[in-house]
């Protein structure tokens, strides 16, 4: 099933973040504003949720998707080494149009 929120109104953006927060939990696919472009989301650590969105985008396993985090904290968990300047980077741009590329923390379970 899909819907459609109009992200102008407050009421309709709050209602579609929420039921795109709830589909993400079962495992379902979003589409979602960015800053450039629309872009397809998942749970990154359901191994489902991944395959389906590999297979909305036409990728294999070799271009793996990127991973959006809402904290630095959050990244802090997720990556191996931010390298010299990451924390800066985020501290400065953070909330705000910042990609980083870094490799995950190897522990992690996940399926990308």
Do not use: Q
Not at 31 to 40: F, N, S
Not at 53 to 79: F, I, Y
Not at 82 to 92: A, H
Request: aromatic fraction near 6%; include cysteine.
């Amino acid at each position: 099933m899909s819907r459609i929120y109009d992200c102008a109104d407050e009421t309709a953006r709050k209602d579609g973040i929420a039921d795109a927060a709830s589909a993400v939990r079962r495992g379902e696919l979003v589409v979602l504003p960015t800053d450039t472009v629309y872009g397809i989301g998942a749970d990154a650590f359901s191994p489902r949720a991944v395959a389906d969105l590999l297979a909305a985008k036409g990728r294999g396993r070799e271009m793996p998707p990127p991973v959006l985090v809402g904290s630095t904290r959050a990244a802090m968990a997720l990556v191996d080494d931010l390298g010299r300047f990451g924390r800066d980077l985020m501290d400065e741009f953070w909330p705000g149009p910042l990609t980083l590329v870094c490799a995950a923390t190897p522990s992690l379970s996940w399926d990308l």
